[in-house]
């Protein structure tokens, strides 16, 4: 279990690295609008917020972004039965277009990570666990709506974050990829 899980995050790793390359190099050319990810604000201030443009059918999937789960807001209080904390302002917004079967939201990290995110009609989901087998978090939206999608990648305890990655797939998630 462990080595599988070990490879899955190396390949994780290698993937986020790819998807952060336009942010390291601010002399680069813009690639188009479609998978992009950009810091809101200050870049070297807090590099745990992006914004994402995806559309149907994007290239690399799963898009995965590094994170830091972490808050001081019980995601109780925006969910009933919720677990874990949050931040107010979510790390991630995925401004979704095009038609899918679904959207799915997955996070990784060594610690134990929680997802809420708030769909483009205001309503919220959440995860803290996967599967019996995970304590990563998955969240899957069918049919999803064109619109704002607001990631707040957290952590199960107050206090201690969660450095991770944050996934957006429109692949099938079973419990064998977790």
Not at 21 to 50: H, K
Not at 100 to 112: H, K
Not at 134 to 144: F, G, S
Request: proline residues 7%.
């Amino acid at each position: 279990m462990f080595k599988k899980r070990a490879t899955v995050l190396a390949g994780v790793a290698l993937l986020a690295l790819l998807a952060a390359t336009p942010l390291l190099a601010a002399t680069q050319a813009r690639p188009p609008a479609q998978d992009v990810a950009t810091p809101q604000g200050d870049p070297a201030a807090d590099m745990t917020r992006a914004s994402v443009d995806l559309r149907a059918g994007f290239i690399l999937d799963p898009y995965v972004l590094p994170v830091i789960g972490a808050g001081d807001v019980a995601a109780a209080d925006v969910l009933e039965g919720c677990n874990g904390f949050v931040n107010a302002d979510p790390n991630v917004v995925v401004n979704w277009t095009g038609e899918a079967e679904r959207l799915a939201f997955f996070g990784y990290s060594d610690s134990d990570p929680v997802l809420v995110v708030q769909l483009p009609d205001g309503s919220f989901v959440c995860n803290d666990d996967a599967g019996l087998n995970t304590v990563d978090p998955l969240v899957v939206v069918e049919d999803p709506a064109e619109g704002a999608y607001q990631i707040h990648f957290g952590t199960a305890r107050e206090g201690e974050p969660a450095l991770g990655f944050l996934g957006v797939t429109s692949i099938a998630m079973d419990d064998a990829m977790l």
